[in-house]
Structure formats: C-alpha cells, structure tokens
C-alpha cells in the first residue's frame, strides 16, 4: 500500500513558477511508475507527466518544455517543477502511483492517488 501527501500548491500570476512535492509512504522503494494528474474546472482528469524508476518521462503535450517531473529515491519524493504558468495549468494536481496499462496511452490510469493540492494561475 501507497499512501501519497502533496503540497506545494498555491497561487500564481500567469508566467510564475511552482514546485509541487508529492511524499510517498511505502514500505520499500518508490513505485515503479508515478505520475501527475491534473483536473481544471469543468474539465476531465488529464495526465501531465510521468517517470519511472530509471527516471525515464513523459509529458503531455501542453506542458512539455515548461514542466518537468522528477523523483528522490533516498526521501521517497515525487516532484513537479512547473515554470511559465499559464492561467490553463489552473486545477487541482494529484500525485499517483503504480501505473495501469492506459497509462502508456496517455490516460491517468493509476493505483494510487494523493488528495490533491490546488494550482491557481490568474
């Protein structure tokens, strides 16, 4: 069992910056896959970013080159630099862990899920 705890959230004008940290509690190691979702107002889950225990990402198209995922093994952190914010990255972002097979198409399919933490771009 994971259990996953973001913070790091916030407000931010249009072109700042934030640092979201997602701290895993497991019984071993990160999970092998770990991700980041975001949900907007009125909109579906997307899946922002993913890396996997060889640090090997994927980014979705609209956050490509302003975002960027990573991971500390030794504290079990996931992490989201997110930089050149635009009011559109507004929603809430979750952490989530042990990716399922939609994944790989791009769908936020995971096993485990943080409680969210709040990003708002205006």
């Known amino acids: 069992h994971v259990q996953l705890v973001e913070s790091g959230g916030g407000s931010v004008r249009p072109g700042g910056s934030l640092r979201l940290s997602c701290a895993a509690s497991t019984s071993s190691f990160l999970p092998s896959c770990m991700g980041w979702v975001r949900q907007g107002p009125g909109k579906e889950r997307e899946l922002v970013a993913t890396i996997d225990n060889g640090d090997g990402t994927t980014y979705a198209d609209s956050v490509k080159g302003r975002f960027a995922i990573s991971q500390d093994h030794v504290k079990n952190t996931l992490f989201l630099q997110m930089n050149r914010l635009k009011p559109e990255d507004t929603g809430m972002y979750y952490c989530?862990?042990?990716?399922?097979?939609?994944?790989?198409?791009?769908?936020?399919?995971?096993?485990?899920w943080g409680q969210g933490t709040q990003v708002t771009v205006s």
């Open positions: 989530a862990a042990e990716c399922g097979l939609d994944t790989f198409h791009g769908d936020p399919d995971f096993r485990y």
